[in-house]
């Protein structure tokens, strides 16, 4: 089953990525209580990913630090 909205291959391929990402090295893999849990946790995970983590593929720059470069 295709996890993205225009049920391509490759689209799903980078879908499972960002998710291995997100269970990996942002612990959602784990149980969770209840659904506000698992939002609030997903949440703090994107913002780290996005506004605090630096990537070596963006030459140690967080990807919103390249995106506002870009703007």
Aim: with cysteine.
């Amino acid at each position: 089953m295709s996890v993205t909205e225009e049920n391509h291959c490759y689209e799903n391929a980078m879908a499972e990525r960002i998710n291995g990402i997100l269970k990996d090295e942002f612990y959602l893999d784990q149980t969770f209580m209840n659904v506000a849990h698992v939002k609030r946790a997903a949440k703090n995970a994107i913002k780290m990913y996005n506004e605090i983590k630096s990537h070596l593929s963006l030459d140690f720059k967080t990807p919103n630090m390249v995106y506002q470069l870009s703007a």
